[in-house]
């Protein structure tokens, strides 16, 4: 069993920068890959970032080369750092975690979930 919480968004404007972290506690938490996902107004759920237990990061086309997953797994956290935020980057963030150290850009690949933290970028 594997608790997620999430912390970190609120509110930013365009370009500015946000940090969201995420820990994960519980028996199966250390070395499990790890993703952040989030969902817009009247969106679907869309995959962001992950990085494996070892530090493999895959992203989201939409996000290349303006977030950065990474982890310390000392701490069993995981952090996405935003830069250059737009609008289209408002949602609200989930932090998921799975019981294997493989990352996977598929939703229903994370057992264990965070309730969501709010980014909101306005112009």
């Known amino acids: 069993q594997v608790h997620v919480e999430e912390t970190g968004g609120g509110m930013a404007q365009v370009g500015d920068s946000l940090r969201l972290t995420c820990t994960a506690s519980g028996r199966d938490s250390r070395g499990a890959a790890m993703a952040w996902f989030r969902q817009a107004p009247g969106q679907e759920r869309d995959f962001v970032a992950t990085i494996s237990g070892s530090g493999i990061t895959y992203y989201a086309d939409s996000v290349k080369g303006r977030f950065t997953i990474t982890r310390d797994n000392t701490l069993n956290t995981v952090y996405l750092q935003m830069e250059r935020l737009v609008p289209g980057d408002t949602a609200i963030y989930y932090c998921?975690?799975?019981?294997?150290?493989?990352?996977?850009?598929?939703?229903?690949?994370?057992?264990?979930w965070g309730q969501g933290t709010q980014a909101t970028v306005s112009q």
């Open positions: 998921a975690a799975r019981a294997d150290p493989y990352a996977s850009v598929i939703e229903t690949d994370y057992e264990y």
